[in-house]
């Protein structure tokens, strides 16, 4: 599959992101209202608001202090609700997190999560089934033979997927393979394919993603990453969708100048700038070759100027939400008092009000990418107006009528919308 590449005009990147949102992200809504005659209501009044856009923003949430009772879990909670279209947890479906000990299982935690996702309309990723990296590999499994280890392979992802069959948008299946080779060492190189098939039997419907650091403006991991998912195509895996992390935004280059936060840098934070057109085309590289949607999964931005902190995250969130291939971008948390990278990544304070870079992010999501307004519908009973894809709320009043409230969602093969007044 051929894709050209998006040009990005140096200075002009921020004009042309929003243009392709523009096209890509919204469309036009004809809302249609009759009485209960069936006959075309003039003049009723409809008032309409984005409720969640179809394109996934969201952030990892974590359970100690979703669960909190007090101000801080309130706060936490209502950050969520305020800002986001889906979650992922940070920890909580990690194999490491539901089976400490051998044999010990408990998805409390995850499972709370998730209900909380479902109970308030947010979608939920699944991170992640494996993590090829050996830090992160439980000692018990450690300890265990080949057969051994593949017996509890399967043991985990039939429970676990099973569990979670039909509930989640997406699946990490194996984190991190291409620096990183517990699993393969010890199984043999079809070992993330067979993980896929697995996923794939267990839950044909989720799609399968593969998830990685180090990627945007790397050519050599990009062309790496592209081997990887051809391989494990050619393998029998049915590969779904790419996964980005970019917990090193601190790179990107707002205005054309890359400050990096002070500090030693670990691995996975590269240091080399990062424009607007390298981050494009990036993208634009890896859907090209495999025709796959993409979700930018992990993203932190850490630099103690807050404002600078907002600039670097909405540059990320605005050059993502205009590419054609990126149905999500995923804040790996927020606050100051729960962020894994401290506070100098939060966008919300310890005492849970915004920092200039959540009141950056809030305004990008609330304001500039919202939807809502009002007007009269015609003498044909219809108002038609251009919005953001996504589910609204529409309330239609007329004199003499009952009020009527109704959902509707605006999707591109669905531009239009019937609204039944009855008395």
Known sequence: MKSPLIPTGGADWRSEADSRIERLRKGDLVVEVRGHDGAPLKDARVAYRLKRHSFLFGTAVAHAPFADTGDNGRHYRQFILDHFSALVCENEMKWYATEVERGCEDYAPADALLAFAEQNGLAMRGHCLFWEQEGWVQPW??????????????RRLTATVSRYRGRLVSWDVNNELLDNAFYRERIGPD????????????????????????????????????????????RGAQVGGIGIQSHDSDRLAVDGHTVLHPGERPHWELSTPLTAEAFLATLDRLHAETGLPIHLTEISAKFPDATRRGDLLEMLFRLGFSHQAVESVMLWGFGAKTHWMGPEAALMNADGTLNPAGDRISRLLRDEWSTRGDGATGADGRLAFRGFYGSYEMVVRAPGRPEIVQEVRLTKSAPAAAVQLTE
């Not at 067979?194 to 399968?208: H, S």
Request: glycine share 4%; aromatic share 8%; proline share 3%.
């Open 141 to 154: 499994i450690r300890a265990l033979d080949q057969s051994g280890l593949r017996a509890v392979m399967e």
């Open 191 to 234: 070992a993330t394919a067979w993980m896929f098939r697995e996923a794939a039997r267990l839950d044909p419907q989720t799609p399968l993603f593969v998830n990685e650091y180090a990627i945007l403006g790397e050519r050599e991991k990009t062309e790496r990453y592209l081997e990887l998912i051809r391989d494990l195509r050619a």
